[in-house]
């Protein structure tokens, strides 16, 4: 779900003006999955927008206070719910850790990083969720280390089907800043983007694996 209809806007509004959305129809992009897409997202940048950044993260503060309440924990999700993490900890005067795709194959082969123990209660920070099957991983890993995970927060998500169910089926609230249809709203409202290419843009989330856009009516 959205945290609220006028921040989804202004932080798509935002994701879009730095360019970490791109929507490009007519031209998608190629996922590493093989997937072709009109949208492509890297929230990374961001961070290179100290007023952007900073109202993301005064965003993810508010999410968090009206959703989940104060946890012990804040926890990014590697790699790029990381520094969104920590400037979110800094905030609450929280302590960070982050948390590995698998566990390291040296040192003391952890895939948590940071000081955790049993019992504590954990936010996750990510900053974009596709299928959700990346950032559950991250659950699984703490809830393993006996942790409660009170739900994770990201900046956006493409809304799929799949990673709706993913997230129930572990039992694992999400919170978005922003989504694709906010994105898409604003993109019409500032012209980036045509009526004409709807159709295509809303064809392509309902199902992201077979869509073509030399196939799309």
């Known amino acids: 779900m959205n945290y609220s209809f006028n921040s989804a806007h202004k932080v798509a509004e935002f994701l879009l003006q730095i360019k970490a959305i791109s929507l490009r129809p007519e031209e998608p992009f190629t996922w590493a999955s093989g997937w072709k897409s009109p949208i492509y997202c890297d929230n990374r940048k961001t961070l290179s927008y100290p007023r952007i950044r900073t109202f993301i993260r005064q965003e993810i503060v508010k999410a968090i206070d009206e959703n989940f ?17 920590a400037l979110v900890a800094q905030e609450f005067g929280l302590p960070l850790i982050y948390v590995r795709p698998k566990a390291k194959e040296h040192g003391t082969q952890s895939q948590i990083e940071g000081v955790v123990e049993s019992g504590q209660s954990v936010i996750l920070i990510e900053d974009l969720v596709s299928t959700g099957n990346s950032s559950l991983v991250a659950v699984d890993a703490l809830r393993d280390a006996g942790c409660t995970v009170k739900g994770m927060i990201a900046i956006f998500s493409y809304g799929f089907d799949l990673a709706k169910k993913n997230f129930l089926d572990h039992k694992c609230p999400l919170v978005t800043l922003t989504d694709y249809p906010s994105v898409l709203e604003k993109a019409l ?13 809303n064809e392509w989330r309902q199902n992201p694996a077979a869509w073509n856009p030399q196939t799309t009516s």
């Open 189 to 201: 409202e500032s012209n980036y983007i045509q009526e004409s290419d709807l159709e295509s843009l």
């Open 69 to 85: 309440g104060r946890p012990d924990l804040i926890a990014g999700v590697a790699t790029g719910g990381i520094p969104q993490a």
